[in-house]
């Protein structure tokens, strides 16, 4: 398989966890029929787009929101390899069936910062697999199919606001009005928004939220998503060429809306988990200050403007302090280490922190590059892999697979553009490649990119 074959499979993976209505065009066979076309209307919105978490049908908002980010950030680095390999309009579909979805759940942000923050819910902590317990991870069939599951009426929208801080759950519709508005439309072909009217019309009880702390975490995710993507969509909903579209200058504006939200919001420093019970035990939080950060630096790459370079600090600083710390693993919960990087990249000549993070983004890439920190994991497989826990184990898998291959992996990344052709990423350095106890490992030295 080619580079661009696995790239082109990557994609089509996005496609096959897409929710709502996938049109005509749709090159997944099995998902021909539109699915969870109702998902928002217990809320008044339309939810029934973006990306099943996994192999379950919840829609999280915080870590779909980075899934979205870091789509959008590798079509801006790697456009000439996208474009290569016959995938950058794909790619710019896939960034865009994300960002509808979040302009959706941030619709009533003006309603002080309502934000859909989630669609579902996956099973309670300590569940034994009890029906009453279980909710979409009880569920193992086609997304088509849901409406047949018996707790499909249970399928709510979750909230977060400043006002009524943080709802559990939106309201719910009695059991037997899902019922009627799920069964007999999942299947039928008629429009998605057609779907979703008809369950809007139907949806009409309404019991009140209970008011939770909010969270930080996904209003700056959101926007980071939304300011990433403004980037990649530059051309997207007319402009001329090297002139923001319509569709990316809404997707700043709102990420701008987003960004003020999570700055004034939180004055108890509310984890995820506080605002949103139901993301657990799958998304349990360690802070929201590099979220804060990751958004004023996507925001200043996005505008230019000074306010966000002279946030970032004060943000990745707010509750937690991430400010000295180089960041465990990238990820949803943990974007320490981008962040400083994005800013980086994007710091104004005399930037005051910059040595900072030159520092900081330095000592996380030798952490993971060397598969050895100062304080325990990541630790390295007999095999080569870099081993962190159950579920962040990532940066050896690729050598470890290519490991009686040295240079296969790396001569299709040499194909694509350097990510290090930024001045900024010169003086962190390069990674070079060294035989390891008869396994491919990547070693970390200075060496600027000639």
């Known amino acids: 398989m080619t580079l661009a074959e696995a790239l082109q499979k990557s994609l089509l993976f996005f496609r096959a966890q897409r929710s709502g209505d996938l049109g005509a065009d749709n090159p997944v066979p099995f998902r021909s029929l539109p699915s969870f076309a109702t998902d928002g209307s217990d809320v008044g919105v339309d939810l029934s787009k973006g990306y099943f978490d996994a192999g379950d049908f919840v829609k999280y908002g915080q870590p779909a929101a980075y899934t979205i980010s870091m789509l959008a950030w590798s079509g801006l680095e790697f456009a000439d390899g996208f474009r290569a390999a016959g995938s950058l309009s794909e790619l710019h579909y896939a960034v865009r069936w994300g960002t509808d979805y979040i302009l959706e759940a941030s619709r009533h942000l003006d309603a002080q910062c309502t934000f859909y923050a989630q669609v579902g819910?996956?099973?309670?902590?300590?569940?034994?697999?009890?029906?009453g317990c279980s909710y979409d991870h009880g569920y193992w069939g086609r997304p088509e199919d849901y409406s047949a599951y018996p707790s499909a009426a249970a399928r709510q929208t979750s909230v977060i606001s400043a006002a009524a801080p943080g709802t559990e759950c939106a309201p719910r519709p009695p059991p037997h009005a899902?019922?009627?508005l799920q069964a007999p439309?999942?299947?039928t072909h008629l429009p998605t928004t057609l779907l979703h009217l008809l369950a809007l019309r139907r949806n009409r009880a309404r019991l009140p939220p209970r008011p939770l702390p909010p969270s930080r975490r996904i209003w700056?995710?959101?926007s980071a998503a939304l300011a990433a993507s403004s980037l990649?969509?530059?051309?997207?909903?007319?402009?001329e060429r090297g002139e923001r579209g319509a569709y990316a200058a809404a997707l700043l504006q709102r990420a701008v809306q987003l960004y003020g939200c999570a700055v004034a919001h939180n004055p108890q420093n509310a984890t995820l988990q506080a605002s949103l019970p139901a993301v657990l035990p799958q998304y349990r939080s360690n802070g929201f200050s590099d979220e804060l950060g990751w958004a004023a630096a996507w925001l200043h790459t996005a505008t230019a403007e000074e306010r966000y370079a002279l946030d970032f600090q004060a943000n990745m600083r707010r509750g937690e302090d991430r400010w000295y710390y180089e960041g465990w693993a990238a990820s949803w919960d943990d974007v320490n280490a981008l962040a400083k990087l994005r800013m980086l990249l994007s710091a104004p000549d005399g930037f005051a922190h910059r040595e900072h993070l030159l520092q900081s983004v330095r000592t996380f890439v030798v952490k993971w590059s060397e598969c050895s920190g100062e304080a325990?994991?990541?630790t390295a497989t007999g095999c080569g892999l870099c081993w962190l826990n159950r579920w962040l184990n990532g940066l050896g898998l690729v050598f470890t697979s290519h490991r009686s291959r040295p240079n296969g992996v790396l001569a299709g990344y040499r194909t694509?553009?350097?990510l290090s052709s930024n001045p900024a990423l010169d003086q962190v350095g390069t990674p070079t490649l060294r035989a390891h106890r008869g396994a491919t490992r990547r070693t970390f030295r200075h060496s600027p990119t000639r």
């Open 185 to 187: 439309l999942a299947r």
């Open 416 to 418: 694509m553009p350097r």
């Open 232 to 239: 990649l969509l530059a051309d997207d909903g007319g402009g």
């Open 121 to 131: 819910r996956g099973a309670a902590e300590g569940c034994d697999g009890a029906p």
């Open 178 to 180: 899902s019922l009627i």
């Open 220 to 222: 700056a995710q959101a």
């Open 376 to 378: 325990g994991p990541p």
